[in-house]
């Protein structure tokens, strides 16, 4: 039920922003060629996404103590549907990492010699405000909300793996910078919060670390006419 309402904010948001970038745009194509054009610009659009990412995770004692590091890669793609200045982004994405189980004593991580792959899933929903849009460099910046799946396998013993979905939320922001009328790349920066995937036992529960998410920076390449 969160999650569905919170989609449904992030909906709002983007449906919010349309009839509000239309203000003032009444005018006669014919009388004005350049301003024709922007509303051309203020058309619907679909366009696909395919991008890489990397995530500090801010359970860094875990993730240091289980796989070495607290950084993360993510791969993924989706699509992004963009009117006048709002944009509204769905997008799927997959990390996977392997380690070794670990625990916590006196504050010092000692490793277990089992090994283990940890995969993560996110599924997110973002909406928000595309600025001077209709130019070839288009900073932006969102809101959104995510369903965040964490997959724990190890070779020891099944009953020690982990399946586990939470939600989560994300602000975004970066710019977009057009190459062509159909391709385009963008540069931004992501913060997450997943709170209650971790923290539940072992080594996270040890160490108070409960939140799935951290800061990524995204690279991505958009194909779809630009606006």
Same mark, same amino acid.
């Given at each position: 039920?969160?999650?569905?309402?919170?989609?449904?904010?992030?909906?709002?948001?983007?449906?919010?922003?349309?009839?509000?970038?239309?203000?003032?745009?009444?005018?006669?194509?014919?009388?004005?060629?350049?301003?024709?054009?922007?509303?051309?610009?203020?058309?619907?659009?679909?366009?696909?996404?395919?991008?890489?990412?990397?995530?500090?995770?801010?359970?860094?004692?875990?993730?240091?103590?289980?796989?070495?590091?607290?950084?993360?890669?993510?791969?993924?793609?989706?699509?992004?549907?963009?009117?006048?200045?709002?944009?509204?982004?769905?997008?799927?994405?997959?990390?996977?990492?392997?380690?070794?189980?670990?625990?916590?004593?006196?504050?010092?991580?000692?490793?277990?010699?089992?090994?283990?792959?940890?995969?993560?899933?996110? +599924?997110? !929903?973002? @909406? %928000?405000?595309? &600025? $001077?849009?209709?130019?070839? /460099?288009?900073?932006? *910046?969102?809101?959104?909300?995510?369903?965040?799946?964490?997959?724990?396998?190890?070779?020891?013993?099944?009953?020690?793996?982990?399946?586990?979905?939470?939600?989560? +939320?994300? !602000?975004? @922001? %970066?710019?977009? &910078? $057009?190459?062509?009328?159909? /391709?385009?790349?963008? *540069?931004?920066?992501?913060?997450?919060?997943?709170?209650?995937?971790?923290?539940?036992?072992?080594?996270?529960?040890?160490?108070?670390?409960?939140?799935?998410?951290?800061?990524? !920076?995204?690279?991505?390449?958009?194909?779809?006419?630009?606006?």
């Amino acid at each position: 039920m969160i999650a569905t309402r919170s989609v449904f904010i992030c909906i709002a948001i983007w449906a919010l922003a349309v009839p509000l970038s239309a203000q003032g745009r009444r005018v006669d194509p014919q009388s004005d060629p350049r301003r024709a054009s922007v509303q051309d610009d203020d058309r619907l659009a679909v366009r696909a996404v395919g991008f890489a990412s990397g995530q500090w995770f801010s359970a860094s004692t875990t993730f240091n103590a289980v796989f070495d590091d607290a950084f993360g890669r993510f791969f993924g793609g989706g699509i992004e549907v963009i009117e006048g200045p709002a944009f509204l982004d769905v997008s799927v994405s997959r990390s996977s990492k392997t380690g070794q189980r670990a625990f916590l004593y006196n504050g010092q991580a000692y490793t277990l010699n089992i090994p283990l792959t940890a995969t993560i899933t996110p +599924f997110e !929903v973002s @909406g %928000g405000y595309r &600025f $001077r849009h209709g130019t070839s /460099v288009v900073p932006y *910046a969102g809101v959104g909300i995510g369903s965040y799946g964490y997959f724990e396998t190890s070779s020891s013993d099944a009953t020690d793996d982990v399946s586990e979905r939470h939600v989560g +939320f994300l !602000v975004v @922001g %970066g710019a977009e &910078f $057009r190459l062509s009328r159909l /391709v385009s790349v963008a *540069a931004d920066a992501q913060y997450t919060r997943i709170p209650g995937i971790l923290g539940n036992a072992g080594l996270s529960k040890d160490a108070g670390e409960n939140d799935l998410g951290g800061i990524a !920076v995204r690279a991505k390449v958009i194909v779809g006419f630009g606006r």
